[in-house]
């Protein structure tokens, strides 16, 4: 079972920056894929980044490339998402999720087995 504790949600204006934090067990396996999700009222949710627990190569939707960066640090057992230049349209609550292997896609809710209780993010 893997534990997900997220921080970090607020209010900032458009332009403004955040820092989420994904808080994880510590022996989560380095094999599992760690995402950030999130959901604005009345729209389905969606994937927004992911990485592996080991690091290595980070994937991003669209709409929030180049403004969005995931890392992770394994001595604190955290990931984390670095949200700059944010959009009114970047507010939603955000989730912190993660799976083991799959053959799903990383923006495919149902390769996530466990989930965080989420944070708000609003930009105005």
């Known amino acids: 079972h893997v534990q997900l504790v997220e921080s970090g949600g607020g209010s900032v204006q458009a332009g403004g920056s955040l820092r989420l934090s994904c808080a994880f067990d510590a022996y989560t396996p380095a094999n599992v894929r760690m995402a950030w999700f999130r959901q604005a009222p009345g729209m389905e949710r969606e994937g927004v980044a992911s990485i592996y627990v080991r690091g290595g190569r980070t994937v991003y939707t669209d709409s929030v490339k180049g403004r969005f960066s995931i890392s992770r640090d394994s001595a604190k057992n955290t990931v984390y998402l670095q949200m700059n230049s944010l959009k009114p349209e970047d507010t939603a609550m955000y989730y912190c999720?993660?799976?083991?292997?799959?053959?799903?896609?990383?923006?495919?809710?149902?390769?996530?087995?466990?989930w965080g209780q989420g944070t708000q993010v609003t930009v105005s």
């Open positions: 999720a993660a799976g083991g292997p799959s053959t799903r896609s990383w923006v495919d809710m149902r390769r996530y087995n466990y």
